[in-house]
């Protein structure tokens, strides 16, 4: 009796120790099939952080008409689009460049870029900065083809780097964020 007791103890053990060792396995080969789907370019996690940015850009811009009471002013005005890193100095109170503080003249930081990023520029997953249009009329604009009544027009160029003016596989936040 007791040596049944032992053989069954030990047959558990030893299949316990190769359960482990399969479940190790299983884990590291998920690692490295994430590692070739990251190292092939596939979209991996992309688009959820696509959103966040542009939620945080667009919070921002809601943030600075808050206080200021209009959105920045765009300082080509021959261009719809604002300049990303333009736009990014303003709203993160940049105090060296005069665009910047005569767009947000109590230098207040409504987004920040981090440390590390010195070009000031807010790049999408796929390191394309961002577009942004912002409209100081609310009766929209025909942008690729489609009419958009929004005041903060965001997209990013997508997986494929191309602008297509939230056509194509482009993300944009008209369409991301519905309200």
Known sequence: MCSYVAWFFLTFAVLLVIILILSRYSSIALIVERIK???????????????IDMSDIQGALEEYKFYYSHFPTNPDAGSLEFNNRTLMMILSGDQT????????????????????????TWNDPWMHPYHIIVMTNSTGILLGGNFIQRDILIWSDGPNGIDEKGNGDDLCSWKLNRH
């Open 97 to 120: 460049n005069a665009i910047a503080i005569r767009e947000n003249p109590r230098c207040l930081t409504f987004i920040s870029l981090g440390e590390s990023n010195l070009s000031h």
């Open 37 to 51: 789907e990251l190292k092939s370019g596939k979209i991996v996690d992309r688009f959820p952080r696509c959103q």
